[in-house]
Structures are given as C-alpha cells and as structure tokens.
C-alpha cells in the first residue's frame, strides 16, 4: 500500500463516481429483494415498510463507501487512513459543546427555506409519494436501530467520502472552491429534490468546518445531530397548523436560527483558531480561551457580520476578496504530496495540449453530470408520485 496522503481533484472525483456505482448496485439488490418478497408473499410490498426504507439507508452508505475504497485502495494503491485526519483526539470541550447549536441554528434556518422550495415545486406538480419511516408503536430498541442506520452510518460514512476523499482533492483548487464544490455535490449525488435545499447549505457549513479545523470528526458530529433532529421531527405535528401560523413559526425559524448558526460558528472559529496557532507555537499552549467571551465578542460583531454579508452581495470585488482571503488563510493547512501532479486523471487538454493550463479536470463534469441526471431523474419521478 502506498503512504500517499492526499490525491488530485480528479483522482477525488474519480472516488465519488465509483461511490456512485456502489450506491447504484445498492439500489438495484433492494429492488431485487423487493422483486423477490413480492412473489414469495402474493404480491405484498416489502418498499412500503419502514423496514425497507430504512434498510435502503444503510445498504446504499455500504456499498458507496466499498465502492470509492476499491477504487482508492485497489487501483490508485493510496492509502485511506492517510487521506483524511479523522481528529477524534484533538476533540476540544469548548468546540464540541457548540456543535449541537451549529446544528439547531442550521435546521432552524435551512429547513424553512427548503420547504420554501418544496412549496414552489409542489405549483408546478412535483408530488413524490411519501415513504413510511416509523412503524406505528415504535419500540425504544426499534428507534435506536434506525437511527443508527439513518444518523450514526451516513453520518460517518458520508463524511469520510465527501469531507475525506472529495474535499481531499478539491483543496489543490483553493479552499474557497473546495467547500462549495463538495457541498454542490453532497447536494444532489443524494438525488432527492425534497432536501437540494438544506443538503447545500448544510454541506456548506460541515465543508467550512472541515476546511478550518482540518479533521472531519467535529463534521461527522453535526451530520449526525442533523439527521438525529431530521428523525425526530417526524413526531411533531405540524399538520393541524394554519397557513398563517406555519408562516408566522417559519419567520421565527429563520431569525431565530440565523442567529444562533452566526453566533455560534463565529464562536467555534475563533476557538478553532486559537488552537491552530497553539499548534503553530505561535501563542502560549496554556493560554486559555473562555468560551463566554467569545460568545459575547460574537453577538457584538454581529452588526459587522450583516454588514459583512451584505457587502458581499452588492460591492464589486468583494466576493473574491473574500474568497482569496480564505485561502490564504486555511490553504497553508492543506499538505499535499510532492510528488503528484495537480491532476492525473481526466484531464482537458488546451489546444496546445498543455494540461496544466485546465482549470478543472473533465472528471468534474463527468461527476457533476452523473449525479445531476441522478438528481433528475428523481424530479421527473416526483411528478408522477413515484
């Protein structure tokens, strides 16, 4: 095996077309078993089950992490536990007890804005057939079981694939570009148009992290709280609201989490860069930073921060500016080996054929148009209740 620890965006993007076609045989043996009960049990269907559903879940993340590790492992001899830094002993008390209200502030937040979504695709006919999750009477041993297979797996697996093996490669372009390309990706390789919305803007905020603090486990915590959460607002009962009152909860949603997801990432970044530069040796390792002022510093700043967001939408240059800021200050974190080329696989070639002058491999058009006809597909099916 090959002490490689980092790979090119192409190789990257290889690692997720191959967990693409792991994903596809899952779904093509949960067919064949639904095919099967079918005709063993008089035309009964085992995909209406939560069963099933849950069941797909788990098979779906297995087969796409076997997927991208043959492709890793096997036919690129790189070495997967140097590919991504897991972090699970550089886990700190401060940062980890904001992750659960990363986590709240973003569904409080996102969600709104992702029925928003479902709403105006709903006027237009889309209207998927809804699966059944819960069984009635769920036991205490039943839910633990699903959640493990809905929040514990995805949350570990697709964290290795996206913030690991994608975001691995992806960093050679600029972190800027990293966290938006694997949220972009994370986006619609899930191929349901119900969750476009909250899935983007949630790979947003979990590539930010992995960006910054250069482990995936502070990540894989909030994958896990946000699927958790996802669960458990099956047993609320929205459906007896008015129009007006869901209107009016959704207002309080968005500013309610607006707030809490700013203050609080504003909070875990200056934690997080406090202990950079311990590492670093750039400040006293025994120097400590109280969690109580950075949460005052950042509900001070806010004012700054909208002003902030505000420039970035409507000053020219800003954006870039930003953006080029960022990677200067979190590229230096991202250690490549020497020794591979930008790109090695699926490259364009300038007419000069000079490969180097590619911005993007082909091999990210190819992965973007794999899980876009993914995603379309799914869409196309929603308008005949499938």
């Given amino acids: 095996m090959s002490n490689r620890k980092s790979l090119t965006l192409g190789e990257s993007n290889v690692s997720l077309l191959s967990a693409l076609g792991g994903m596809t045989a899952a779904a093509l043996l949960m067919m064949s078993a639904v095919f099967i009960y079918s005709a063993a049990t008089d035309g009964k269907d085992l995909s209406a ?15 796409m992490i076997i997927g991208a590790a043959f492709y890793l492992l096997v036919l690129r001899k790189a070495n997967i536990l140097k590919l991504f830094d897991f972090g699970a002993s550089d886990l700190t ?42 069984p009635e009477g769920i036991s205490a041993a039943t839910f633990l079981l699903m959640t493990f297979f809905v929040a514990v797996i995805p949350a570990v697996f697709e964290e290795i694939l996206f913030r ?17 390309y694997t949220a972009a990706i994370f986006m619609i390789f899930h191929g349901n148009p119900m969750q476009t919305v909250h899935q983007f803007l949630l790979g947003l905020v979990l590539g930010y992290v992995a960006v910054t603090t250069g482990k995936i486990v502070y990540g894989v915590i909030l994958h896990f709280l946000n699927n958790l959460i996802a669960l458990l607002t099956v047993f609320i009962p929205f459906g007896g609201m008015t129009v007006t009152g869901l209107a009016v909860m959704y207002v309080i949603w968005i500013i309610a989490g607006a707030f809490i997801l700013t203050v609080s990432l504003k909070t875990f970044k200056k934690l997080n860069d406090a202990d950079i530069q311990k590492r670093c040796g750039l400040i006293d390792k025994n120097q400590s930073v109280s969690l109580l002022k950075e949460l005052k510093a950042a509900v001070s700043g806010l004012k700054d921060t909208a002003r902030f ?47 180097n002058a590619a911005k993007l491999p082909a091999s990210t058009w ?21």
């Fill in 49 to 63: 089950t939560s069963a099933y559903v849950w069941l797909t879940y788990g098979a779906t993340q297995a087969f």
């Fill in 164 to 180: 690991g093996a994608l975001l691995n490669g992806a960093r050679r372009r600029g972190s800027f570009f990293a966290v938006i």
């Fill in 309 to 355: 967001a505000v420039g970035l939408l409507v000053k020219g240059g800003a954006f870039k500016a930003a953006a080029e800021e960022f990677n200067a200050k979190y590229d230096p974190l991202n250690k490549f080996d020497e020794e591979i080329g930008n790109d090695v696989i699926f490259i364009f070639e300038d007419k000069n054929g000079d490969k």
């Fill in 366 to 386: 190819i992965l973007t148009g794999a899980c876009a006809l993914l995603w379309l597909t799914s869409f196309v099916l929603g308008f005949f209740g499938a």
């Fill in 93 to 134: 008390p401060q940062k980890t007890l904001l992750l659960p209200f990363i986590s709240v502030g973003a569904i409080l937040a996102f969600s709104p804005l992702a029925d928003l979504f479902l709403y105006v695709l709903s006027l237009i006919g889309y209207n998927p057939a809804e699966q059944a999750i819960f």
